[in-house]
Each structure stands twice: as structure tokens, then as C-alpha cells.
């Protein structure tokens, strides 16, 4: 049996039924019956009809608490990635000159992504920042139609939600070109998996290969320090003339250096290891990491500029925006040893 609608006896039109007739989501309805910026002329005129048709009265108490508005911006994050808590330095204070406060959200082996991205709508985050997210498209778009979503790392238009991120192609392959430069012709990549940024790295990788007269070499792996401890294991063990080592991300190769200067094998003499990200860690004197900058106070910068735009204006089609990589060469790069 079907259920009543819109001005039955005894039945109270919703929100719900307003955004239905006027053919516009719920988010976008209630700001134009709150009088917010944000919704475009046609969306407004549509939203009014329809309220004057079903006859809609807001419930004066709901009214009240929307009025009260949280200024919070959600970001779920990982809390054992340091790239990571480089984004995060950097938002906080892009956040504070517009007016917002932002409220963490960690995922960890015993907190799933699911559960600390719904903590963040407990506390009533008015937009969601998410940092590397593995949430499928359909996931994302779910999420993206209860409050304005932008992600750190991935495409997002796809989903219907928004995008920041680097250029991955490029990075990889000015990675590439740099070791061919210094004479490498045995180039391994430690691939990332299904994970944010893994895919453009990857194909950024074997175009550059390619267009070195190079054969690709790609090897299973994530972004963690224990894949890149797996992949060097396994190359030492092989023994199979890998000269160069292009990680998935900065963790990954801080896991083949550690690897590979407890076997005593001497890095850049013997192999040289690229990463990306260039996170704090890669900075340290002791590591001294050779990577690709992903510039994480643009990314801070866009991440909250375009989540903020999407909450002033909901019906704007969603964006991704890039931003260039920067190679920077430290002391983990080198030619490869000299065969004799």
C-alpha cells in the first residue's frame, strides 16, 4: 500500500516533497526557504512554487536550530600518514580566515573511514574534507548528496562531488627522466594499488619508460613503509640489475632505504629511490629523500577554497582541480654503478 502524499488529510509536507516538485535537491531546497546564498534564480523561483503549491510551513523549531549554524569543516584523514599532516598544518589557518573551525576525523586499522566520516556528521560539519579516501564512486555520491563533499588526491567529478589533487602523470614521468638522465636503464616502480593518486603515477611511469626506449617494470604495492620494505626484499633476493627504485609515495620509500641500508646496500652508489609527496619525513637529514612536491600548502589552500565555494554555491557543477608537481632532488638519486 502506497503511503500518502503531499496535502493529505493529517499528512505534513516536507521538506522532502518541496525539493521533489521543484526537481532540486534537498540541500538546495532549504537554502532557498532560509533565505541563503548560494542557489541560482531559476533554482530559487522553483523551490517558491513549489512551496506555495504544497502549501510547505517550516517547522518553526527546526527553523530555530538551522539558523544556528556550526562554521565546521569535517576532515577524515590518516593519522599515520605524514603527507597527511602537512595538508592538515596548512588548512587550519585557510580555514580560520573564512570563518570555519575544523573538526578531525582519523582512520585507523580499528576505526574504518565509514565510521569516522559519520562521527563528522554527528558533529555537524556543514562540508567534508576527505584526505586520500578508497570510498567507491557510488559511496562518494551518496555522501555527496547529504553535504558538500571535496576529496584530496582523487578525481571527484565523477561522483557528482569535488576534486583537488595533483598532476600524477607528470610527477611519475619527471621521476623517470631524471634517472634515465643520470644514466639508469633498470627503473622499478612500486605501484600504489588501487589507491588515491596510484593510477596516474602509474601511467605517468610507463609512458616515460616508453618514451625512454625503456620496458616498464611495476611491481605490486601500497602506500605504507611495509610494501616498500616487501618490494626491496624482494629485489635483493632476485638480484635481477635494478638500479632505480620509483616508490608509490614517500612511505613506501622510506621503507626500500631502511631496507636496503640494513642489507649494506649503499644508496644512491648502488640504487638510487625516488618517492613522492615530498612529506616532512623526506625532509629529514637523515633520509634525504629524492621526490616529487605535491605542495601541500596549495593543496590545503584549494581543498578549502573549493569546499567553501560549494557550500555558498550548492548548484554549481562539481570541479577537480589540479595543480602541478614539483621534482626535488636530494641525496637518494644518482648514477647507476659503473659495470666493469
Keep these: 500500500m502506497s503511503s500518502p502524499g503531499p496535502?493529505?488529510?493529517g499528512r505534513r509536507v516536507t521538506l522532502a516533497?518541496?525539493?521533489a516538485r521543484a526537481g532540486v535537491s534537498r540541500s538546495l531546497a532549504s537554502l532557498v526557504i532560509r533565505e541563503a546564498p548560494g542557489p541560482s534564480a531559476a533554482?530559487?523561483?522553483?523551490?517558491q512554487r513549489a512551496v506555495a503549491e504544497?502549501?510547505?510551513q517550516p517547522d518553526p523549531a527546526a527553523k530555530l536550530l538551522r539558523q544556528q549554524r556550526s562554521r565546521l569543516l569535517g576532515i577524515a584523514f590518516d593519522p599515520r600518514d605524514p603527507f597527511h599532516a602537512d595538508l592538515l598544518e596548512a588548512m587550519y589557518p585557510e580555514a580560520e580566515q573564512r570563518g570555519y573551525e575544523i573538526v578531525l576525523g582519523a582512520r585507523v586499522s580499528t576505526r574504518p573511514e565509514e565510521r569516522a566520516v559519520e562521527?563528522?556528521?554527528r558533529s555537524r560539519c556543514e562540508g567534508l574534507i576527505m584526505l586520500g579516501t578508497d570510498m567507491k564512486t557510488r559511496q562518494l555520491s551518496d555522501l555527496g548528496a547529504r553535504l558538500p563533499v571535496l576529496i584530496v588526491g582523487r578525481r571527484g567529478r565523477a561522483a557528482g562531488v569535488d576534486g583537488v589533487l595533483g598532476a600524477g602523470e607528470k610527477?611519475?614521468?619527471a621521476a623517470v627522466d631524471l634517472l634515465v638522465g643520470l644514466g639508469h636503464g633498470r627503473i622499478r616502480m612500486i605501484d600504489g594499488g588501487n589507491l588515491p593518486g596510484a593510477a596516474e603515477r602509474r601511467r605517468g611511469y610507463r609512458a616515460a619508460m616508453r618514451r625512454n626506449g625503456l620496458t616498464p617494470d611495476v611491481v605490486p604495492g601500497d602506500?605504507?613503509?611495509e610494501s616498500g620494505v616487501r618490494a626491496a626484499r624482494e629485489m635483493m633476493a632476485h638480484g635481477d640489475g635494478v638500479t632505480a627504485v620509483v616508490a608509490g609515495n614517500d612511505r613506501c620509500a622510506i621503507g626500500v632505504l631502511d631496507t636496503l641500508r640494513r642489507a649494506g646496500v649503499q644508496v644512491p652508489e648502488q640504487v638510487s629511490v625516488v618517492g613522492y609527496d615530498d612529506s616532512r619525513v623526506a625532509r629529514y637529514t637523515h633520509v634525504n629523500l629524492t621526490t616529487v612536491a605535491q605542495d601541500a600548502p596549495e593543496l590545503a589552500?584549494?581543498?578549502v577554497d573549493t569546499v567553501v565555494h560549494r557550500l555558498d554555491n550548492p548548484d554549481a557543477p562539481p570541479v577537480d582541480r589540479l595543480i602541478e608537481p614539483r621534482l626535488v632532488v636530494r641525496g637518494t638519486s644518482g648514477p647507476p654503478p659503473a659495470t666493469g
Design 7 to 9: 496535502g493529505t488529510p
Design 17 to 19: 516533497d518541496v525539493a
Design 43 to 47: 533554482s530559487r523561483a522553483a523551490v
Design 54 to 56: 504544497l502549501g510547505y
Design 119 to 121: 562521527g563528522l556528521l
Design 171 to 173: 610527477g611519475s614521468a
Design 223 to 225: 602506500h605504507t613503509e
Design 301 to 303: 589552500r584549494l581543498a
